[in-house]
Protein backbone atom coordinates (compact mmCIF):
# COMPACT_ATOMS: atom_id res chain seq x y z
CA UNK A 1 0.00 0.00 0.00
CA UNK A 2 1.29 3.21 -0.76
CA UNK A 3 1.07 4.95 2.55
CA UNK A 4 3.12 8.38 4.25
CA UNK A 5 2.94 8.16 7.75
CA UNK A 6 4.19 11.59 9.75
CA UNK A 7 5.56 11.44 13.34
CA UNK A 8 7.00 14.21 15.81
CA UNK A 9 4.66 16.86 16.23
CA UNK A 10 3.40 17.96 20.08
CA UNK A 11 3.51 21.22 22.05
CA UNK A 12 5.98 23.29 22.00
CA UNK A 13 7.55 26.55 23.52
CA UNK A 14 7.27 30.24 21.72
CA UNK A 15 10.92 30.32 20.06
CA UNK A 16 11.81 26.11 20.69
CA UNK A 17 12.25 23.63 17.70
CA UNK A 18 10.94 20.78 16.69
CA UNK A 19 11.42 17.87 14.13
CA UNK A 20 9.01 15.96 12.32
CA UNK A 21 9.16 12.88 10.29
CA UNK A 22 7.45 11.34 7.53
CA UNK A 23 8.01 7.55 6.94
CA UNK A 24 6.73 6.37 3.10
CA UNK A 25 6.45 3.13 1.78
CA UNK A 26 4.47 1.44 -1.16
CA UNK A 27 6.35 3.06 -3.80
CA UNK A 28 10.02 4.29 -5.10
CA UNK A 29 10.76 7.38 -2.55
CA UNK A 30 13.76 8.79 -4.10
CA UNK A 31 11.91 9.08 -7.80
CA UNK A 32 9.34 11.56 -6.12
CA UNK A 33 9.61 15.44 -5.01
CA UNK A 34 7.46 15.65 -1.17
CA UNK A 35 6.36 18.32 0.41
CA UNK A 36 4.87 19.66 3.35
CA UNK A 37 1.46 21.45 4.05
CA UNK A 38 0.03 22.79 7.11
CA UNK A 39 -3.85 23.32 8.16
CA UNK A 40 -4.28 25.38 11.58
CA UNK A 41 -7.06 24.65 13.55
CA UNK A 42 -10.42 25.57 11.44
CA UNK A 43 -8.59 27.25 8.74
CA UNK A 44 -7.72 25.97 4.79
CA UNK A 45 -4.27 24.56 3.32
CA UNK A 46 -1.11 26.72 3.44
CA UNK A 47 2.21 25.18 1.38
CA UNK A 48 5.45 24.71 3.56
CA UNK A 49 8.03 23.28 1.93
CA UNK A 50 9.40 21.18 -1.12
CA UNK A 51 11.83 19.11 -1.51
CA UNK A 52 12.49 17.65 -5.50
CA UNK A 53 14.72 14.36 -6.19
CA UNK A 54 17.60 15.89 -7.09
CA UNK A 55 17.83 17.61 -2.72
CA UNK A 56 16.48 21.03 -4.10
CA UNK A 57 14.41 22.81 -1.72
CA UNK A 58 11.95 25.88 -1.69
CA UNK A 59 10.20 27.77 1.09
CA UNK A 60 7.20 30.43 1.15
CA UNK A 61 8.28 33.37 2.82
CA UNK A 62 6.69 32.69 5.82
CA UNK A 63 8.93 29.99 7.02
CA UNK A 64 11.93 30.63 5.19
CA UNK A 65 15.07 31.14 7.02
CA UNK A 66 13.14 29.11 10.04
CA UNK A 67 12.26 25.54 8.79
CA UNK A 68 14.55 23.27 6.73
CA UNK A 69 12.80 20.57 4.72
CA UNK A 70 15.47 16.90 4.02
CA UNK A 71 15.10 13.59 3.16
CA UNK A 72 17.25 10.27 3.72
CA UNK A 73 16.18 8.24 0.54
CA UNK A 74 17.61 5.04 2.01
CA UNK A 75 15.28 5.52 4.97
CA UNK A 76 12.46 6.48 2.54
CA UNK A 77 11.96 9.37 5.02
CA UNK A 78 11.74 13.12 4.76
CA UNK A 79 11.72 15.69 7.51
CA UNK A 80 11.08 19.18 8.40
CA UNK A 81 13.08 20.91 10.66
CA UNK A 82 11.21 23.50 12.36
CA UNK A 83 12.88 25.87 14.82
CA UNK A 84 11.67 29.68 16.05
CA UNK A 85 8.47 28.51 16.18
CA UNK A 86 6.09 31.26 16.62
CA UNK A 87 1.87 30.48 17.73
CA UNK A 88 0.85 31.29 14.28
CA UNK A 89 2.83 27.78 13.52
CA UNK A 90 0.30 25.83 15.43
CA UNK A 91 -1.01 23.90 12.82
CA UNK A 92 -1.63 20.30 11.27
CA UNK A 93 1.06 18.90 9.35
CA UNK A 94 0.81 16.79 6.16
CA UNK A 95 3.45 15.56 3.87
CA UNK A 96 2.14 14.47 0.60
CA UNK A 97 3.64 13.27 -2.47
CA UNK A 98 3.88 15.01 -5.71
CA UNK A 99 3.31 13.09 -8.84
CA UNK A 100 5.56 12.47 -11.64
CA UNK A 101 4.49 14.62 -14.15
CA UNK A 102 6.92 17.63 -15.56
CA UNK A 103 6.86 20.70 -13.74
CA UNK A 104 5.11 20.70 -10.21
CA UNK A 105 2.50 18.32 -10.33
CA UNK A 106 -0.86 17.52 -8.25
CA UNK A 107 -0.30 15.75 -4.95
CA UNK A 108 -1.68 12.39 -5.18
CA UNK A 109 -0.82 11.06 -1.85
CA UNK A 110 -0.75 12.82 1.84
CA UNK A 111 0.09 11.66 5.14
CA UNK A 112 -2.75 11.46 8.17
CA UNK A 113 -0.71 14.77 9.62
CA UNK A 114 0.91 15.35 13.29
CA UNK A 115 -0.01 18.04 15.22
CA UNK A 116 2.09 20.65 16.13
CA UNK A 117 0.91 23.02 19.02
CA UNK A 118 3.22 26.44 19.73
CA UNK A 119 2.20 27.72 23.19
CA UNK A 120 3.52 28.55 26.76
CA UNK B 1 1.98 34.79 -4.95
CA UNK B 2 -1.04 33.37 -7.01
CA UNK B 3 -4.30 33.55 -5.24
CA UNK B 4 -6.97 31.53 -5.26
CA UNK B 5 -10.53 32.59 -4.86
CA UNK B 6 -13.24 29.97 -4.39
CA UNK B 7 -16.70 31.10 -4.49
CA UNK B 8 -19.48 29.75 -2.87
CA UNK B 9 -17.68 29.64 0.96
CA UNK B 10 -20.42 27.19 2.11
CA UNK B 11 -23.06 25.42 0.58
CA UNK B 12 -26.06 23.30 1.53
CA UNK B 13 -27.18 20.71 -0.69
CA UNK B 14 -29.50 18.26 -0.50
CA UNK B 15 -29.10 14.50 -1.93
CA UNK B 16 -29.06 14.26 -5.67
CA UNK B 17 -28.36 17.79 -6.34
CA UNK B 18 -26.01 19.40 -8.89
CA UNK B 19 -22.88 20.99 -6.92
CA UNK B 20 -20.70 23.79 -8.52
CA UNK B 21 -17.70 25.38 -7.19
CA UNK B 22 -15.84 28.06 -8.74
CA UNK B 23 -11.98 28.95 -8.21
CA UNK B 24 -10.69 31.59 -9.48
CA UNK B 25 -7.01 32.77 -9.84
CA UNK B 26 -5.75 36.28 -9.57
CA UNK B 27 -3.37 35.33 -12.83
CA UNK B 28 -3.25 32.90 -15.88
CA UNK B 29 -2.65 29.23 -14.61
CA UNK B 30 -3.45 27.35 -17.45
CA UNK B 31 -4.85 23.96 -16.85
CA UNK B 32 -2.40 23.51 -13.83
CA UNK B 33 -5.13 23.89 -11.64
CA UNK B 34 -6.03 20.50 -8.73
CA UNK B 35 -8.72 19.70 -6.76
CA UNK B 36 -8.98 18.39 -3.29
CA UNK B 37 -11.98 16.64 -1.08
CA UNK B 38 -11.22 16.94 2.84
CA UNK B 39 -13.54 15.36 5.03
CA UNK B 40 -14.02 16.04 8.72
CA UNK B 41 -10.78 14.87 10.91
CA UNK B 42 -8.75 13.25 7.57
CA UNK B 43 -6.31 14.49 5.16
CA UNK B 44 -7.13 15.96 1.80
CA UNK B 45 -7.97 13.51 -0.80
CA UNK B 46 -7.24 14.33 -4.60
CA UNK B 47 -9.96 14.33 -6.89
CA UNK B 48 -9.19 16.21 -10.14
CA UNK B 49 -5.76 17.43 -11.41
CA UNK B 50 -5.10 19.28 -14.56
CA UNK B 51 -8.69 20.75 -14.34
CA UNK B 52 -10.11 17.99 -15.93
CA UNK B 53 -8.72 15.07 -15.30
CA UNK B 54 -10.09 12.29 -12.64
CA UNK B 55 -7.62 10.49 -10.08
CA UNK B 56 -7.74 7.04 -9.78
CA UNK B 57 -10.86 6.07 -8.19
CA UNK B 58 -12.69 8.99 -7.54
CA UNK B 59 -16.19 8.49 -8.61
CA UNK B 60 -17.13 9.62 -12.12
CA UNK B 61 -19.94 11.96 -10.50
CA UNK B 62 -17.12 14.34 -9.78
CA UNK B 63 -15.64 16.80 -12.81
CA UNK B 64 -13.78 19.30 -13.33
CA UNK B 65 -13.03 22.57 -16.36
CA UNK B 66 -11.77 25.24 -16.65
CA UNK B 67 -8.17 26.60 -18.25
CA UNK B 68 -6.16 30.43 -17.70
CA UNK B 69 -8.55 31.77 -14.64
CA UNK B 70 -11.48 30.45 -14.01
CA UNK B 71 -12.36 26.83 -13.20
CA UNK B 72 -15.22 25.10 -12.27
CA UNK B 73 -15.57 21.43 -9.67
CA UNK B 74 -19.06 19.74 -10.45
CA UNK B 75 -20.77 17.14 -8.41
CA UNK B 76 -23.39 15.33 -9.74
CA UNK B 77 -26.06 13.95 -7.61
CA UNK B 78 -25.05 15.01 -4.28
CA UNK B 79 -24.26 11.51 -2.20
CA UNK B 80 -24.50 11.65 1.46
CA UNK B 81 -21.04 10.88 1.80
CA UNK B 82 -19.97 13.99 -0.24
CA UNK B 83 -20.39 16.09 2.82
CA UNK B 84 -16.95 17.71 2.93
CA UNK B 85 -14.59 20.69 2.21
CA UNK B 86 -12.81 20.95 -1.24
CA UNK B 87 -10.02 22.84 -1.83
CA UNK B 88 -8.51 24.25 -5.40
CA UNK B 89 -4.92 24.27 -5.82
CA UNK B 90 -2.36 25.70 -8.37
CA UNK B 91 0.90 24.12 -9.02
CA UNK B 92 1.52 26.74 -11.70
CA UNK B 93 4.13 28.75 -9.24
CA UNK B 94 5.90 28.48 -6.06
CA UNK B 95 4.57 28.98 -3.49
CA UNK B 96 2.09 26.27 -4.26
CA UNK B 97 -1.18 28.61 -2.94
CA UNK B 98 -4.51 26.66 -1.97
CA UNK B 99 -8.15 28.38 -2.44
CA UNK B 100 -10.00 29.17 0.83
CA UNK B 101 -12.11 25.95 1.00
CA UNK B 102 -15.55 25.05 0.87
CA UNK B 103 -17.45 23.22 2.51
CA UNK B 104 -20.15 21.19 1.07
CA UNK B 105 -23.74 20.11 3.23
CA UNK B 106 -25.77 17.65 3.04
CA UNK B 107 -29.59 19.18 3.91
Known amino acids: EVQLVESGGGLVQPGGSLRLSCAASGFTFSRYDIHWVRQAPGKGLEWVSAIDTAGNTYYPGSVRGRFTISRENAKNSLYLQMNSLRAGDTAVYYC??????????????WGQGTMVTVSS | EIVLTQSPDFQSVTPKERVTITCRASQSIGSRLHWYQQKPDQSPKLLIK???QSFSGVPSRFSGSGSGTDFTLTINSLEAEDAATYYC?????????FGQGTKVEIK
Open chain 2, 89 to 97: HQSSDLPGT
Open chain 1, 96 to 109: AREGDSSGIDAFDI
Open chain 2, 50 to 52: YAS
